[in-house]
C-alpha cells in the first residue's frame, strides 16, 4: 500500500498520506501520527505467527501492546481518527486460529472501548471460497521470492481490494458528515408533519409545469 498523489501506484489525490512501516507491533511509534487526521494501523500478523505464539494467553499479551500503542497514538493526536484493520488470514490454521481471537480482542475491547477507534470492514471477503478459512488463493502470492509457498502476502488484486476497503471506510466516514450537515441545512417548516417543501410540491395540481404534467 502506498499513499501520494499518483492514481496509478496510489490511493491518488482522495486519500493523500504517509506509510510507514511497522515489522510488529512493537515497531509502531506513536510520535509519526501527531500530524496527521487519519491514522490507520495494521499490524500484527508477524506477532500472532510467531513459534513461541501458543494459546490465548500470549494472543492477549500482544493485544495489550497493541492496546498501549493505540492509546499512546491517542495521547498524543486526540482529534485524529484512528482505524484498525484486522489480521489477514493465512494459509496456515495454526496462525489463523491466533488471528481469530486477535481480532476478536479488538473488536470486543478496542473498538467498543473510549479510544474512539473505527473497524476496517470486509476482511471476510479476504477468506477463500473452499469454506477452508484459508487467505484466497486468488488474492494471495502463490510463492515467495525464494520459491517457497507463500502462506501470508496478497498479490496485486488483493492489495487493490485491501486498498478499496480502507479508503472506503476512511472517506465513508467524510461522506456521512457531508451528508448530515446537508440534512441540517434542509428547511424546518413542518406542516402536518411534513416538510412544509413536501406539502407544498404535493398541493399543485396535475398540470403544473413545475411538475411537468400536461
Not at 102 to 123: A, E
Not at 194 to 213: I, L
Amino acid at each position: 500500500l502506498h499513499f501520494g498523489t499518483d492514481n496509478r501506484r496510489t490511493f491518488g489525490e482522495t486519500l493523500p498520506g504517509q506509510r510507514f512501516w511497522a515489522p510488529k507491533i512493537g515497531s509502531i511509534e506513536p510520535t509519526v501520527c501527531c500530524a496527521y487526521k487519519n491514522v490507520v494501523i495494521m499490524c500484527g500478523t508477524n506477532d500472532v505467527r510467531q513459534p513461541d505464539v501458543n494459546g490465548p494467553h500470549d494472543i492477549e499479551l500482544i493485544y495489550t501492546l497493541y492496546h498501549t500503542k493505540i492509546s499512546e497514538i491517542r495521547k498524543l493526536n486526540p482529534k485524529c481518527k484512528i482505524y484498525v484493520c484486522p489480521v489477514l488470514p493465512t494459509k496456515c490454521y495454526r496462525i489463523n486460529q491466533g488471528a481469530l481471537h486477535f481480532n476478536s480482542l479488538i473488536f470486543k475491547k478496542l473498538v467498543h472501548g473510549n479510544l474512539g477507534v473505527q473497524y476496517v470492514r470486509g476482511f471476510n471477503e479476504f477468506l477463500d471460497e473452499d469454506g477452508s478459512g484459508l487467505l484466497s488463493k486468488n488474492l494471495s502470492k502463490q510463492f515467495d521470492r525464494h520459491s517457497r509457498p507463500d502462506l501470508l502476502h496478497l498479490n496485486l488484486s488483493g492489495i487493490r481490494k485491501l486498498a478499496g476497503f480502507i479508503k472506503q471506510t476512511v472517506l465513508g466516514r467524510y461522506q456521512d458528515a457531508a451528508g448530515d450537515r446537508n440534512r441540517r441545512h434542509l428547511p424546518t417548516n413542518w406542516v402536518n408533519g411534513r416538510p412544509y417543501s413536501s406539502v407544498a410540491g404535493s398541493s399543485r395540481p396535475t398540470g403544473d409545469p413545475a411538475r411537468g404534467g400536461t
